[in-house]
């Protein structure tokens, strides 16, 4: 199967949520307004000091002296002077989304939040029969069929070794923990896509090149991201944790960064992997 040509299309979902926080923040300054005082500020700069007047008409522009016991009274008009460009600003990209919004969609309507009407390249796929199809190779693939293709490499772990623990999930994946049996039973539960062990080429500052395993390679289907799940289950071991600071310092000098495309996991004897803690992660970074 061919690699997609392009992503998912987020746009209409992007501009709606934007046209949303758009309108709430104009309600509020147009709110705001009602309750500053009339007038607008001018600030003369003298001596290094800058001195406040308070003018009413434009013709007027020099205004009346503001004294500095009343450096409140210049705040709310400096306030109203900013809030009144805010407001043009906002209505103008209101109107700017508005119209963006009713040509990308059918008949020129204004979707809501909810509504499905929006003309994107992965429903004309989606719409055809089956066996349609079976004969048309989309130029953005399903979520099923980008999953297929992700999971579809080869690769080869971290061997497993006579002395080490071996713990196998319910899809057969042999794992080296039961935390790791948590975490991957989780991802599949979720139909999160993931790789076991695979292999991450990394830089050291010396220039070498060194091979990584990361517990988990986790793919959002949702928006195409990858990200490294690396699970630290024995951080009250002095030598474990320095070792674990130093692999995640590697990490983040080779561009590889928590929260970004990185999931870090750690526990201790006291402080266990919890299923709760796991769900919550999936949720956060890999289904949305």
């Known amino acids: 199967m061919p690699k997609e040509l392009l992503s998912p299309d987020f746009t209409v979902e992007y501009l709606q949520k934007r046209l949303v926080d758009l309108q709430e923040a104009l309600e509020k300054k147009r709110k705001g307004l009602k309750e500053l005082p009339e007038g607008h500020l001018r600030i003369a700069q ?30 709310k008009l400096a306030q109203k002077d900013y809030d009144l460009k805010v407001v043009k600003l906002l209505e103008n990209e209101i109107h700017a989304i508005t119209r963006c919004l009713r040509q990308l969609c059918r ?7 909810n509504s499905s009407t929006a003309t994107k390249l992965g429903d004309l796929y989606a719409k055809m029969c089956p066996a349609r199809q079976r ?28 002395d080490t623990a071996i713990h196998t999930t319910a899809r ?30 990394l830089r050291r500052p010396s220039g070498d090149i060194v091979t990584f395993h990361p517990d988990f390679l986790c793919l959002n289907v949702i928006n195409r991201s990858e990200f ?19 692999k995640l310092r590697l990490y983040t000098e080779n561009g590889i960064i928590a929260g970004r495309n990185l999931i870090i996991t750690m526990e201790t004897q006291n402080e266990p992997l919890t299923t709760r803690l796991v769900e919550k992660i999936i949720k956060e970074l890999l289904t949305n």
């Open 172 to 201: 057969g994946i042999q794992v080296r923990s039961k935390s790791e049996v948590l975490i991957a039973e989780s991802l599949t539960r979720h139909n999160i896509p993931f790789r076991y062990e695979y292999p991450l080429k």
């Open 228 to 246: 490294y799940w690396e699970h630290f289950g024995r951080m009250d071991d002095s030598d474990y944790s320095n070792n674990a600071a130093g």
């Open 135 to 162: 004969l048309v190779t989309p130029v953005t693939l399903t979520a099923e069929q980008y999953a297929k293709q992700w999971l579809s490499v080869t690769w080869q772990g971290r061997p497993f070794t006579p």
């Open 46 to 75: 003298t001596s290094n000091k800058p001195q406040y007047y308070h003018y009413i008409e434009p013709k007027d522009f020099k205004g009346v002296f503001i004294p500095r016991t009343n450096d409140e009274f210049a705040r």
């Open 107 to 113: 008949g020129g309507r204004l979707p809501t939040a």
